[in-house]
């Protein structure tokens, strides 16, 4: 006999075989079941544990029993379930409850229950076919579901909090959504980067147009645009009122002696920079009326009269005096990392053995040392207009070297420890050499130089064109109260210039030059503005020349009149 609970519900009873001696039954042993069964009264048809016996097995008929009845755990006769096929719960039947009073498979036909002796069930000889399983119905949110059979044999233990109904999305529909958004997204950045595109052409094409218009018109109204000036502008931008910056520089050559001078013009109406050199013979008036050459002001009276004797004579402004000695301007040369510029000399070195300082040819640079060689040499027996313009490249190519920001150029000027004029600080002297060197940068710049007469008088036509156009020296009438300018020429033979100068400085006028002219009879007292000619009658009256003489002319650039003396004219305390 095995182990096994003959009593246990779950396990089958065995069959009696026979009585003992005693009148006991005797049981045959059962051996177990090596497969899964299923109890038959399990509602969820739970699987049974291996190794444990199906929980009904045919029995062997007892005695005054019915064939394949048995014994349940009480000891009441319960005829066994068909091993074979289950019952379908029906549920229109009356509803039977499992060992334990649970509601359980309602089954046709009459047999014992485990827990109520004597109540029969019918066994129907064979199962009725199983309806059609109704269709599942989802079970509310949060309310399990019903268990499902185990698979593959093996044994579950699942509960019901761990299922959950879970919407799982469709991977290849959302794909494809996803790319339909995509598409659609980037077509539209495509159209809106190609409006933008279109708009952007538009705008710059439109503002390049009005750039065009613009700048044409500025051209065009600036008398600058090719073959488009009026005559009238082309008058306006030589002659009209125009606004300038004039300084003067004296180059001091400490070593060698001497002086060169040079205006430095900014005009800021027409963009136009220009250095005018300076001849030392020109002739200048003094502050008590006498003639003197250029070079001897600057000796004698210095940057401030030399200055106001410029302004008379030239009949311009000028701002104010640069001294530029030349150690100056060799550390000036070196603070801008040295300049560039065509030679037409070979300068030799002060020292013996050593090599030129300068040598002649084209893109030369030349250091602080160099560039004073440069700009102070004179060959033996060249006129002095050859030294004047290598000072005047000297200069040019310093100014392109400056800073275009006065206040760095001002810094510049303060690292020299120059000696400055009062009427020119740092802070005008750099911006002075800011505005030319803005030009000097932008290839608005040139290099004059004023033609002077041996004598040191000013040459005509030439003269003109340099007061006239470059200085803005046209002579306009004196103010109230104002000298009227006056100039010489000597055309009697008898060197007559210094007696007039006296007899018109005593008169009141202002001397500004004489000159020698080529003999001729008569005199005459030139005026070219009909506003002068009552001022020009004064002048022949106090030189005592006739009425007739006076005629409309065209006197010398810096001067309202000018006087050409003739054999006629007598020089006051003659006897001639």
Do not use: C
Not at 14 to 27: C, L, S
Not at 351 to 360: I, N, R, S
Not at 414 to 440: Q, Y
Not at 538 to 558: I, R, W
């Amino acid at each position: 006999m095995n182990d096994q609970n003959p009593y246990d519900p779950y396990y089958p009873q065995p069959q009696i075989i026979g009585y003992d001696e005693y009148g006991q039954p005797v049981y045959q042993q059962v051996p177990p079941q090596s497969q899964q069964s299923y109890d038959a009264y399990d509602p969820y048809a739970q699987q049974q544990p291996q190794g444990r016996p199906p929980t009904q097995q045919p029995q062997a008929p007892q005695h005054g029993q019915q064939q394949g009845y048995g014994y349940d755990a009480y000891g009441q006769p319960v005829q066994p379930q068909q091993p074979q096929q289950p019952q379908q719960p029906q549920t229109s039947q009356q509803p039977q409850y499992d060992p334990y009073g649970q509601q359980g498979p309602q089954q046709q036909g009459y047999g014992y229950s485990p827990y109520e002796t004597g109540q029969q069930w019918a066994v129907q000889p064979e199962a009725a076919p199983a309806p059609a399983p109704a269709a599942p119905v989802a079970a509310p949110a949060g309310v399990p579901g019903p268990r499902s059979a185990p698979e593959d044999g093996a044994e579950r233990d699942y509960r019901t909090e761990q299922f959950s109904f879970i919407e799982e999305p469709d991977e290849d529909s959302e794909d494809v959504i996803d790319w339909l958004k995509f598409t659609e997204s980037r077509s539209e950045r495509r159209e809106e980067a190609r409006r933008r595109g279109r708009n952007r052409v538009v705008a710059l094409i439109v503002v390049l147009a009005l750039a065009a218009v613009g700048g044409v018109g500025y051209l065009w109204s600036a008398g600058k645009l090719p073959g488009f000036a009026s005559e009238e502008q082309k008058q306006n931008t030589a002659t009209g009122p125009q606004k300038r910056d004039t300084i003067v520089v004296h180059l001091h050559d400490l070593k060698g002696g001497g002086t060169s001078t040079a205006l430095l013009v900014d005009n800021t109406t027409t963009g136009q920079g220009t250095t005018v050199l300076l001849p030392n013979a020109l002739s200048v008036s003094t502050d008590d009326g006498t003639s003197t050459t250029l070079a001897k002001s600057v000796e004698d009276d210095g940057s401030s009269g030399t200055r106001e004797s410029i302004g008379n004579l030239l009949g311009t402004e000028i701002a104010g005096t640069w001294r530029l000695d030349t150690p100056y301007l060799e550390n000036l040369v070196e603070i801008v990392s040295n300049i560039d510029l065509t030679t037409d000399v070979t300068v030799p070195s002060d020292k013996k053995g050593e090599d030129p300082l300068v040598t002649k040819g084209e893109n030369q640079t030349l250091n602080g040392r160099a560039a004073v060689a440069y700009a102070t040499y004179r060959a033996p027996g060249e006129a002095e207009a050859k030294q004047l313009q290598r000072f005047g490249q000297v200069m040019y190519a310093v100014l392109r070297k400056m800073s275009d920001d006065p206040k760095a150029n001002a810094d510049t000027i303060a690292t020299l420890v120059m000696i400055l004029d009062p009427s020119l600080p740092e802070k005008d002297l750099g911006a002075s050499l800011a505005g030319l060197a803005k030009h000097a940068k932008g290839g608005d710049y040139k290099t004059a130089v004023l033609p002077v007469q041996q004598d040191g008088s000013l040459g005509e036509g030439a003269a003109d064109s340099v007061v006239k156009d470059i200085l803005g020296g046209k002579v306009t009438p004196p103010e109230q109260g104002g000298a009227v300018r006056v100039s010489v020429r000597d055309a009697t033979g008898k060197d007559a210039t210094e007696a007039a100068r006296v007899v018109l400085v005593n008169g009141g006028f202002a001397f500004v030059g004489g000159a020698e002219a080529d003999t001729q009879k008569s005199s005459q007292v030139l005026y070219g503005d009909d506003a002068q000619k009552a001022t020009a009658v004064e002048v022949a009256k106090t030189l005592g020349l006739p009425e007739s003489a006076v005629k409309k002319g065209k006197p010398a650039g810096n001067a309202a009149v000018t006087v050409v003396l003739g054999q006629d004219y007598k020089i006051p305390g003659s006897k001639k």
